[in-house]
């Protein structure tokens, strides 16, 4: 990841501007070259262990509207970028593939995937069982949920818990967190407490907006979501509190793939044993916490 | 504000647009080609190529846009189809506004007066002339309003091809919104973005209604006039159009545009050696026991008449015994149970063998044998000048150079008392004008009949005589072999050699004009003539 320091140094020294102008040209030219160099060691043995994707480009499935893990630069709208992003290119550099990006919902993230529209699916999406059934998972980080609630809290919504009930909670089609709200609606009858009621989205930005809005009272998601939406409305929302959810976030591959899979596995373990992976999320601001070794999920 | 006209000026978004205009480019055109062959279809004669038409509107128009965006993109895959997004997204707003299109197409084909079509095929037009000259120019007019409408809703739907991946205006609205967390300032420039876009449609549906107006030519009509504060009273404006024109119709028979001077009436002496001629004459027309009934009822019940070439026949009795459909089943514009029609000798509508002719051969026989007919309805082709309705056919029909149709329309024109209106559109002429084209229309292919179906039927009593008067030279001066159906009962004594009386599709008597009008044998003809003597005001619309 040394190349992004370099960048930074590169756009500093602005007098120089022609010759520099050349350089990144020429850098341009020769990126995959030092990214090679770049990426650990043993990701030459794997290149010739698995040759099949080297010079290829693939194409990755992302729902990029979750900054810090994927979303457009807001400086060149043209570039993805985020914690994922730089994930993916790294396993890329590793096993000799390039990547091109495909933007769709979140719930169509694994329908893309399963159509052949898209080879790999790297978008902060929790590997769960029920999604199993659709894609293998390669998981390389933990989850801790954020609780976003309107600034004071006025519902005070502590958790995934009783104090939702009555409340009216925004998610995005397809989030885990949906089944976790559901099943509150009968412990909150138990309790003789009204149901709490889900608005269903496409996007974090829509479930954001319906907080702004007064239509929803909280969106949980991914802490780290959770704290950027906070970064962004200081004055108009907070952070209830962060909650750990038992799943782990994973890349998703096609289940017919198995050689694809164990290719990408091995790039996975080899960025973790570097200590790349730790750095990437030290980089974006993640919580380091959010490491974990790359394992497996998959059922048949 | 500057955080908006920074997005509005955004490369990013911009790019979207072009994708935008991409997707619903493929939607409109796939969907217009896809439209056509539906449209085809369902109006087509045979009965299952129109079910799966209908099948297939039911299916595309009953579900929803984004399932068959979803359809296109992750299903078709499975099946080997594997396509770009913008061409999924593209074949899937094609196949969603191919049915909305159709029905546009159906309507605008259908809208088309019944009337012209069937003077078209009077004239000889096969299927394929008439659509294309006759149909589709005046369908296209009227479906432009509807065809600029589905364009701009195509422009929108394309915003749902942000489910399946493509980078158009927005989803990458929702991307940057997402990543600044600028949500209005991003979603009005968008939006604007996007009124720009269907403005500019609606500009080229406007400017298109402009080029095909065809009042522009007649009368100056500025593009000024459809703007939306503009009002211009589309009734007035045939009224403006006779304000340009020369005064006419002032007292028939003295009017500048009439066929001067008035045919003179035969004398009794030559009026028996007109009748001695025709009867050495060949038979021009002859039906034999001819039988046709809707459901019940007998239209036609075993009819049998013969005239001869130069003979004028005039054809009475009330309404429905069968006059129309007798001069109707005459050139095959519709087809009988029984019996038998030849006009010149030809079994008009059949082969060699008795089989009949597919609808293209009838109307190049039609073309050939030459059966004028003139409607009561007048039924010229509106879209087209009193020149045009003349000439059109003679170059569409009978293959004639421009230069010499527009000979022969000025030529039949000048002879029906309208030079001076050539150029006049039909709803600019009055009904005693626009038949006396339709008479000229008629007669351009020099037909060896004309029939006449209650031509001064559907005419203002005052302009009845201008219409009889073109009719009587005809008869008197150019030796026309004629069948008329008429109400006129003194006309029909002054011109035709012969009536012939029906009542309840069959002719209850016949004879020499004179004779029967005078002294009618069958007590309900003399009933019905009384009745019409005793009503002497003439015929009022029907």
């Not at chain 1, 818990?161 to 009555?166: D, M, P, V």
């Not at chain 2, 500025?222 to 939306?228: E, F, H, R, S, V």
């Not at chain 2, 029909?397 to 150079?401: A, I, L």
């Given at each position: 990841m040394q190349k992004w320091p370099c960048g930074e140094t590169r756009r500093a020294s602005l007098p120089w501007r022609r010759a520099i102008l050349g350089a990144i040209v020429a850098a341009g030219f020769l990126a995959p070259l030092s990214a090679q160099a770049a990426a650990p060691a043993p990701c030459a043995a794997l290149q010739e262990k698995y040759p099949d994707w080297k010079g290829k480009t693939l194409v990755n499935a992302i729902n990029p509207h979750t900054p810090g893990y994927e979303s457009i630069d807001p400086k060149d709208p043209s570039k993805y970028v985020g914690f994922d992003i730089d994930l993916g290119e790294m396993i890329g550099e590793c096993l000799g593939f390039k990547l091109t990006y495909k933007a769709v919902t979140f719930a169509a993230l694994l329908t893309t995937l399963a159509s052949g529209q898209a080879d790999i699916v790297i978008s902060d999406i929790y590997a769960t069982e029920e999604r199993a059934k659709a894609a293998d998972f390669i998981t390389y980080s933990k989850v801790f949920d954020g609780v976003l609630v309107a600034k004071g809290n006025p519902k005070g919504i502590n958790g995934i818990?009783?104090?939702?009930?009555?409340a009216a909670a925004a998610e995005n089609t397809g989030f885990v967190e949906v089944p976790l709200v559901q099943a509150l609606v009968p412990q909150c009858k138990a309790a003789g407490k009204p149901e709490p009621t889900l608005q269903l989205y496409d996007n974090n930005a829509n479930c954001i907006q319906a907080i702004l809005a007064g239509r929803a009272d909280t969106y949980i998601n991914d802490v780290n979501t959770v704290d950027n939406a906070v970064k962004a409305y200081p004055d108009k929302l907070e952070k209830a509190i962060a909650v750990t959810i038992p799943y782990s976030v994973g890349i998703a591959v096609p289940k017919d793939k198995p050689k694809f899979r164990e290719a990408v596995t091995a790039a996975l373990t080899e960025i973790y044993k570097s200590g790349d992976q730790l750095a990437l999320l030290k980089k974006w601001g993640l919580d380091p916490d959010n490491l974990k070794e790359p394992g497996l999920l998959t059922v048949n | 504000m500057s955080l908006f006209l920074h997005y509005l000026s955004l490369p990013y978004l911009l790019a979207g647009i072009e994708l935008t205009l991409e997707v619903t480019a493929l939607g409109l055109a796939g969907g217009l080609i896809l439209g056509l062959i539906l449209a085809w279809m369902q109006l087509s004669r045979f009965w299952w190529l129109s079910a799966i038409a209908r099948g297939y509107t039911v299916i595309f128009r009953g579900t929803p846009l984004i399932l068959q965006m979803v359809f296109a993109y992750d299903a078709l895959p499975h099946i080997g189809i594997k396509l770009p997004a913008v061409l999924a997204a593209g074949l899937a707003l094609a196949c969603n506004e191919a049915p909305f299109i159709a029905e546009m197409l159906r309507a605008g084909v259908l809208g088309v007066e019944r009337g012209q079509i069937a003077a078209g095929q009077a004239l000889g037009m096969t299927p394929a002339v008439l659509m294309r000259r006759v149909i589709a120019p005046q369908a296209i007019r009227t479906m432009i309003p509807a065809f600029g409408n589905e364009s701009v809703s195509a422009l929108k739907n394309s915003s749902l091809a942000s489910v399946i991946a493509v980078q158009e205006l927005t989803l990458r609205s929702t991307q940057l919104a997402s990543s600044t967390f600028d949500f209005f300032s991003i979603f009005f420039a968008s939006g604007l973005i996007y009124l720009v876009l269907t403005g500019a449609i609606s500009g080229i549906q406007l400017a298109l209604e402009w080029l095909l107006d065809l009042d522009r030519t007649s009368r100056e009509r500025?593009?000024?006039?459809?703007?939306?504060w503009r009002r211009v009273d589309l009734l007035t404006k045939p009224e403006l159009a006779e304000k340009n024109a020369p005064p006419i119709d002032v007292v028939a028979g003295l009017e500048p545009d009439s066929p001067a001077p008035p045919a003179r009436t035969l004398t009794p002496e030559e009026r028996a050696r007109r009748t001695a001629t025709i009867a050495r004459n060949n038979v021009a027309v002859e039906v034999k026991d001819l039988s046709k009934t809707y459901g019940q009822q007998n239209?036609?019940?075993g009819l049998n008449l013969t005239v001869r070439v130069g003979e004028v026949i005039a054809l009475l009795g009330p309404s429905g015994s069968g006059k129309s459909t007798l001069l109707r089943c005459i050139n095959h514009l519709e087809n009988w149970d029984a019996g038998t029609v030849r006009v010149g000798g030809r079994r008009l509508g059949f082969d060699d063998d008795g089989k009949p002719l597919s609808p293209r051969a009838i109307a190049n026989e039609r073309a050939n044998v030459g059966v004028g007919m003139v409607f009561q309805q007048f039924n010229l082709f509106s879209h087209l000048t009193a020149k045009e309705n003349v000439a059109g056919p003679l170059r569409w029909?009978?293959?004639?150079?421009r230069i010499d149709a527009d000979r022969r329309a000025r030529e039949l024109l000048d002879r029906v008392g309208l030079s001076h209106r050539a150029d006049a559109l039909p709803r600019h002429l009055s009904g005693g004008q626009q038949q006396r084209v339709a008479i000229a229309r008629a007669l351009a292919p020099n037909p060896s009949v004309l029939l006449l179906d209650e031509p001064t039927s559907a005419l203002d009593p005052e302009l009845v005589n201008e219409v009889l008067e073109v009719i009587r030279r005809l008869a008197v001066d150019d030796g026309l072999t004629m069948i008329i159906s008429t109400h006129q009962i003194r006309f029909a004594d002054e011109v035709a050699d012969r009536v012939a009386f029906l009542s309840g599709g069959r002719i209850l008597e016949e004879g020499p004009a004179h004779e029967v009008l005078s002294n009618p044998r069958n007590p309900v003809t003399a009933r019905f003539l009384s009745v019409m003597e005793a009503d002497k005001t003439p015929e009022p619309v029907r």
């Open positions: 818990n009783l104090s939702l009930c009555g | 500025k593009l000024a006039d459809y703007l939306p239209v036609l019940d029909v009978h293959g004639m150079t």
